[in-house]
């Protein structure tokens, strides 16, 4: 499938040890860090690469089908034609003016990764992450998840063939989620702890039994939500918008995006660099800690909030994510349960909908424009990281709360079942319906 047939290698994003791009570790086998991919550019850049890409666009039959593999030169060259793939990706950018206008806002589309086949963005790292473990040959893979990877990596598992482990922290899984674990047929693992707590076990199991690890901080993952950015960049004719706001917990994707525009930049695809910001719960907010006080030092919080996504204290990809807010001239932000609720409920009504966590970027454009971070005449584009579904037990807790009542709740009303109940409850009520009853189809001839 590749245009280039040239080498990718790791490397350890701390010490730059290199390693071939076919070895299973997890870490740097000389400082313990992070391992990175570094591919040779592909065989064209700029408006030559734009137009393979862009034919590639739409292809209904093979693996340019899928808005991951449409990108292989970019994301995994050396793959061939052996991806696990369902396809995913091609998820839809949506304008919807009552989003747009809640969040202050002149410009601002929604790229919706919670239409992927899983429900959400998780898929996009998947099918790299389990193409590249088929090919690696490993007996089995395994995660630490606060719901989303696991599910992810159950179903991309399950189309592999290959049995999959999921670590999750009892008690703090979305509903949807735990659903999609147990069907999708993971061994699903309830820790009585947290999710940092869970992610450090299964760093443990990598080292100690074999597993392969496909959290974020496996760099094929990485590469494959790189492909968010590049989407939307091409579904915008490869005309960068102002900003790109996405949640930010354990900080692959804030990493992922920032990569994937330090890329397009270098090979050409666009001229201009988006500007990130990555938007934590405030309950869960350590990089933006260290954001405010200049990236001074790395903070470790206890992490509490609605948003269980990105209920983390202490993100593993704390320093490629600096790099990512660095060299964008981007902003990290926090924002509270209140507002991550309102504007997930503003997206709800907008018929888009979206999981707690995914608001929090929606949340953070609201902010930032009316802190006069971002311009009011800018042009934003607000990733929706999950699907609606994953989380029901919030949208309910949400629309029945009663003291204080919220601003967008939309209670159900009970009735008895007679056309009076409804007359009353649209308010009808004595202003003689008759007419309308007399074309009522059950009553025509
Ligand atoms: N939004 C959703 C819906 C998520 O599931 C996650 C992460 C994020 C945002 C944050 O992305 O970690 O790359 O900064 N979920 C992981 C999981 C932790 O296990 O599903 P990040």
Not at 211 to 221: A, H, K, Q, T
Not at 303 to 309: D, E, K, L, Q
Not at 312 to 323: C, F, H, L, M
Not at 326 to 340: C, K, L, Q
Request: glycine content about 10%; some cysteine; proline content about 6%.
């Amino acid at each position: 499938m590749s245009a280039t047939g040239r080498g990718s290698v790791q490397h350890c994003d701390s010490c730059g040890h290199e390693l071939a791009e076919t070895d299973p570790r997890s870490q740097c086998p000389e400082c313990g860090g992070l391992l990175a991919i570094r591919h040779a550019p592909p065989g064209s850049s700029g408006a030559a690469l734009r137009a393979i890409l862009d034919a590639r666009y739409g292809n209904r039959r093979g693996p340019y089908t899928s808005g991951v593999w449409r990108f292989a030169d970019l994301v995994l060259p050396s793959v061939g034609d052996r991806v696990v793939s369902y396809p995913e990706g091609n998820t839809p950018l949506l304008d919807r003016p009552t989003v747009t206008a809640w969040a202050g806002a002149a410009s601002l589309l929604l790229k919706h990764e919670g239409q992927n086949p899983t429900g959400s963005f998780k898929d996009r790292g998947m099918t790299v992450g389990v193409t590249h473990a088929r090919r690696l040959g490993v007996t089995a893979v395994a995660c630490a998840s606060t719901g989303n990877t696991g599910a992810s990596l159950a179903a991309y598992a399950a189309l592999a063939g290959v049995p999959a482990l999921a670590i999750v922290p009892k008690g703090k899984v979305a509903r949807g989620k735990v659903t999609q674990l147990l069907a999708y047929g993971a061994r699903t693992l309830m820790v009585r702890g947290d999710f940092d707590a869970c992610l450090e076990l299964a760093w443990e199991a990598s080292r100690e039994l074999g597993v392969y690890l496909l959290n974020s901080v496996n760099p094929f993952r990485l590469e494959g939500q790189k492909t968010i950015v590049l989407e939307t960049l091409q579904q915008l004719g490869w005309e960068p918008p102002d900003w790109i706001l996405v949640p930010a917990g354990n900080l692959g994707n804030t990493a992922a995006f920032g990569k994937a525009l330090h890329e397009a930049r270098e090979w050409g695809l666009i001229e201009r660099l988006p500007r990130i910001a990555a938007v934590q719960a405030a309950g869960a907010a350590p990089f933006a800690k260290s954001f405010a006080e200049g990236f001074k030092r790395r903070h470790r919080v206890e992490a509490h909030t609605v948003a269980t996504a990105i209920s983390i204290g202490n993100p593993a990809s704390y320093d490629r994510a600096v790099t990512a807010i660095r060299e964008t001239n981007g902003v990290v932000t926090a924002v509270s349960d209140d507002e991550i609720l309102e504007a997930k409920a503003v997206v709800d009504a907008s018929g888009a909908g979206c999981e707690p966590a995914s608001a929090a970027s929606v949340a953070g454009a609201r902010q930032l424009i009316a802190q006069g971070v971002i311009g009011k005449r800018e042009r934003l584009v607000a990733v929706l990281t999950g699907n609606i579904l994953k989380d029901p037990d919030a949208v309910i807790r949400y629309h029945e709360e009663a003291e204080p009542r919220p601003a967008h709740a939309n209670r159900p009303i009970e009735i008895d079942p007679t056309l009076a109940e409804i007359e009353r409850v649209l308010g009808l009520s004595g202003r003689g319906s008759a007419p309308s009853r007399a074309r009522s189809p059950s009553r025509s001839p």
